[in-house]
């Protein structure tokens, strides 16, 4: 008996790390932006566990400025939270080195959620969400073979995979949030927008995410423009 019961507690504890939710893989470093908002950008990278992140973009007058936050410690895998900062008054491109100073030390809160290497949510000062991707200009910007299956199954589809998805996003990005593709055949298509589906197949079928996309079926959008209401009508969900 007392050599089953270190068994059975080492078993049990292997058992239960393996039903744990596998950790997200770290951003990938790089450039990250809003597809559907061009002209503002972000760099941002993490190192042991500590993520860095820069935002370009212009004030009200539309002059060019940035803001730095971190680095600090991620919350967890997927999630930042910090405070951008301004900082003015540097070196400029050939003058003499000047130090900068820190113009303010609070703009605004930043939370970013990341659903997977290349794509995640940020929140901006306002409260205002917008979707962050990983600008792709190497290559085409599909996800990893393997990464995306061809055919959804039930158990593709949760609560925090519909959340994750966005305006701003590409069809290869909800296809690498959700895990799957749409049915080409569930297409539909208007002047003014394209309506993709992702859905289960047999033998577990009836869970799917529907989401709207510009009539170019490029970017996720609010077809409605507000218009259905004061929330977003970009995406729905069903059996799940």
């Not at 993490?46 to 936050?69: C, H, I, L, R």
Request: proline share 6%; net charge neutral; hydrophobic share 35%.
């Amino acid at each position: 008996m007392s050599l089953l019961r270190p068994l059975f507690s080492v078993s049990s504890t292997i058992a239960l790390l393996m039903l744990a939710s596998p950790a997200h893989a770290t951003p990938e470093t790089g450039w990250w932006w809003n597809a559907a908002e061009g002209g503002r950008g972000f760099t941002i990278e993490v190192q042991n566990g500590m993520m860095f992140m820069a935002g370009y973009m212009y004030d009200e007058t539309g002059k060019p400025v940035w803001y730095a936050s971190g680095p600090t410690a991620m919350t967890n895998d997927s999630t930042y939270k910090g405070v951008w900062q301004q900082y003015g008054g540097g070196q400029t491109l050939n003058g003499n080195y000047q130090s900068p100073t820190l113009w303010n030390a609070n703009v605004g809160n930043i939370v970013v959620n990341f659903t997977s290497t290349t794509t995640g949510t940020l929140v901006l000062p306002t409260g205002r969400s917008i979707a962050l991707t990983r600008f792709s200009f190497g290559g085409n910007g599909v996800p990893p073979a393997g990464q995306v299956k061809e055919e959804c199954t039930f158990d593709d589809f949760t609560l925090a995979k519909y959340n994750a998805i966005a305006q701003g996003m590409t069809v290869d990005q909800v296809n690498q949030t959700i895990g799957c593709k749409p049915r080409t055949s569930l297409i539909q298509r208007t002047p003014s927008m394209v309506l993709q589906s992702w859905t289960s197949a047999q033998p577990r079928a009836g869970a799917s995410i529907g989401v709207y996309f510009d009539p170019t079926g490029t970017v996720v959008t609010d077809v409605y423009h507000g218009a259905a209401g004061t929330t977003p009508n970009f995406k729905y969900s069903r059996g799940f």
